[in-house]
């Protein structure tokens, strides 16, 4: 089974605050990915990465960066939390190909006050 | 134009009613590959489903079953004979080759089933 752990379900910060949330994945996939999930706009791609050191910008990447120094960790880091990123986290992993279905974390609900 | 349009926000119904989700996208490509993911309370994105753009043939898996229409750009899922434990978010995914393995979701339908 595959697997995908996130380091924590819930999380409160404070504006301005550095923020890293933590993916691990076990089935030695390339892809790696961060959404981020609102009520009424679904899930939106942060950031993905389809290698180590390697990171592409999804459709919001502004006020986030992310980190892959190993292939099975990718990290989303916020570098000034803000009350406008109060929402919920997903990340998933996939193997390289166009076809791969892309398997989810169980996702991180961040509160920044 | 968004790409994929899952119109229902919310759908109420009975166990035991049937149900379906609509699902219609959008797309250039002529490869490209629709999912289907189930969202229960505890939040984990569950994989249902994977269709590509080359089968057209309905896929039927116990109570759940999925309807693939080129002609309208649509893949409804429906769900027979419901149950409590199906209440939850559903999103619609598109996936397509110029845009490599990187998804595009609908707004999800939430679903409940009342006892």
């Known amino acids: 089974d595959v697997k995908v752990t996130q380091s924590s379900r819930y999380l409160v910060k404070r504006t301005g605050e550095k923020v890293f949330l933590e993916c691990v994945q076990d089935m030695d996939h390339e892809n790696m990915f961060w959404y981020r999930q609102d009520p009424g706009l679904g899930l939106r791609l942060i950031y993905f990465s389809y290698d180590v050191k390697m990171k592409e910008k999804g459709d919001i990447p502004e006020g986030y960066s992310v980190s892959r120094e190993k292939k099975e960790r990718f990290s989303l880091i916020l570098e000034s939390a803000s009350t406008n990123q109060t929402s919920m986290y997903l990340c998933?992993?996939?193997?390289?190909?166009?076809?791969?279905?892309?398997?989810f974390g169980p996702g991180t609900r961040l509160l920044v006050l | 134009a968004q790409k994929v349009t899952q119109a229902q926000t919310e759908i109420s119904v009975v166990e035991k009613e049937d149900v379906t989700l609509d699902c219609v996208y959008e797309?250039?490509?002529?490869?490209?590959?629709l999912f289907w993911y189930k969202q229960p309370p505890s939040g984990e994105l569950v994989f249902l489903i994977r269709r590509n753009s080359f089968d057209e043939q309905n896929e039927i898996s116990g109570r759940y079953s999925w309807n693939f229409q080129k002609s309208t750009s649509s893949f409804n899922f429906t769900i027979t004979a419901s149950q409590v434990v199906d209440s939850a978010v559903y999103f619609c995914?598109?996936?397509?080759?110029?845009?490599?393995?990187?998804?595009?979701f609908g707004a999800g339908t939430i679903l409940r089933v009342k006892s």
């Open positions: 995914a598109l996936s397509e080759e110029e845009y490599g393995n990187k998804l595009v």
């Open positions: 998933a992993s996939s193997f390289r190909t166009i076809q791969e279905t892309q398997y």
């Open positions: 797309t250039r490509d002529t490869t490209y590959y």
